[in-house]
């Protein structure tokens, strides 16, 4: 089976309160967090999973938060750090449909894209409390593209398949990588940050090198994000996500600063 190497790319940073990142806890908290994107390198085919943030308004920020880079040109960049251009890109895993995850899909007009079939369902009338945060206009646009709406366990590529995990939002996806060092998965926002897999985090270092402090949740095995749609489904992709990894060292949250400039696995 292929063995891949994964490669999170900062795409630009977004700027939260410490609520977003653990539900109800230090929840006013201000904490500045990356906005990744991956990149997975050893196949046939070039892979990237998510494409990036909106272009931030004229005041720097999207629906509320503040923005630093991000649009098409955060994009760019992190690719060209890898020596890679959008146009190199066969195949786009989008792992939902928010703004932080789904935008600049026009950049990548050779790609084929990966969504769950749950996830477009569900973008076209998401929970009002999550409209804002949904770029249901990309969904017209994706039509036109070589779009594949997949069902739990859809195999990508050789070695990288996607699994349906309902809880951040009711059809996002987690990706599945074969690496040299076993199973790694993409959690995308299941996991916001480490905080999230390790509920005893007591200091959380930021994207800016704030050091951020963190009350810890002890007796959790998880701890969940503040944005989500049903807390059952979230604990029981917990669960799954840790199943299939094996460990919580090869589950890699969508938003954790500590990955930026790492290659997975590091040995």
Same mark, same amino acid.
């Given at each position: 089976?292929?063995?891949?190497?994964?490669?999170?790319?900062?795409?630009? %940073?977004?700027?939260?309160?410490? $609520?977003?990142?653990?539900?109800?806890?230090?929840m006013?908290?201000?904490?500045? /967090?990356?906005? @990744? /994107?991956?990149?997975?390198?050893?196949?046939?085919?070039?892979?990237?999973?998510?494409?990036?943030?909106?272009?931030?308004?004229?005041?720097?920020?999207?629906?509320g938060?503040?923005?630093?880079?991000?649009?098409?040109?955060?994009?760019?960049?992190?690719? /060209?750090?890898? $020596?890679?251009?959008? *146009?190199d890109?066969?195949?786009?895993?989008?792992?939902?449909?928010?703004?932080?995850?789904?935008?600049?899909?026009?950049?990548?007009?050779? /790609?084929?894209?990966?969504?769950? =079939?749950?996830?477009?369902?569900?973008? %076209?009338a998401?929970?009002?409390?999550? =409209?804002?945060?949904?770029?249901?206009?990309?969904?017209?646009? @994706? *039509? *036109?593209?070589?779009?594949?709406?997949?069902?739990?366990?859809?195999?990508?590529?050789?070695?990288?398949?996607?699994?349906?995990?309902?809880?951040?939002?009711?059809?996002?996806?987690?990706?599945?990588?074969?690496?040299?060092?076993?199973?790694?998965?993409?959690?995308?926002? #299941?996991?916001?940050?480490?905080?999230?897999?390790?509920?005893?985090?007591?200091?959380?270092?930021?994207?800016?090198g704030?050091?951020?402090?963190?009350?810890?949740? @002890?007796?959790?095995?998880f701890?969940?994000? $503040?944005?989500?749609?049903? #807390?059952?489904?979230w604990?029981?992709?917990?669960?799954? @996500?840790?199943?299939?990894?094996?460990?919580?060292?090869?589950?890699?949250?969508?938003?954790?600063?500590?990955?930026?400039?790492?290659?997975?696995?590091? %040995?």
């Amino acid at each position: 089976m292929t063995e891949y190497k994964i490669h999170p790319l900062e795409v630009a %940073k977004i700027g939260v309160v410490k $609520g977003v990142v653990t539900q109800m806890v230090d929840m006013m908290t201000p904490i500045v /967090a990356p906005v @990744l /994107a991956f990149y997975l390198e050893g196949g046939a085919k070039t892979i990237l999973v998510d494409t990036g943030v909106v272009e931030p308004g004229p005041d720097g920020t999207f629906h509320g938060f503040p923005l630093i880079g991000g649009g098409a040109q955060g994009m760019i960049n992190a690719l /060209a750090e890898i $020596g890679l251009k959008p *146009e190199d890109i066969d195949i786009v895993i989008i792992t939902h449909m928010h703004f932080d995850h789904a935008a600049n899909i026009s950049l990548f007009s050779n /790609a084929q894209f990966i969504l769950q =079939k749950k996830e477009w369902e569900y973008a %076209k009338a998401p929970l009002p409390i999550q =409209k804002g945060v949904y770029l249901t206009d990309l969904l017209t646009e @994706l *039509e *036109e593209y070589d779009l594949v709406l997949a069902d739990d366990g859809y195999e990508v590529a050789d070695g990288v398949n996607v699994i349906c995990i309902p809880g951040h939002t009711n059809g996002q996806q987690a990706v599945v990588v074969n690496t040299s060092d076993g199973t790694y998965v993409l959690s995308g926002d #299941l996991m916001y940050s480490m905080a999230n897999l390790y509920p005893q985090t007591t200091e959380i270092i930021d994207s800016l090198g704030n050091k951020v402090p963190c009350t810890p949740q @002890l007796g959790h095995p998880f701890y969940p994000p $503040g944005i989500h749609t049903n #807390l059952n489904d979230w604990y029981s992709s917990a669960w799954r @996500l840790l199943s299939i990894a094996g460990t919580r060292k090869h589950i890699l949250p969508g938003h954790d600063p500590s990955l930026v400039g790492r290659v997975f696995p590091e %040995k």
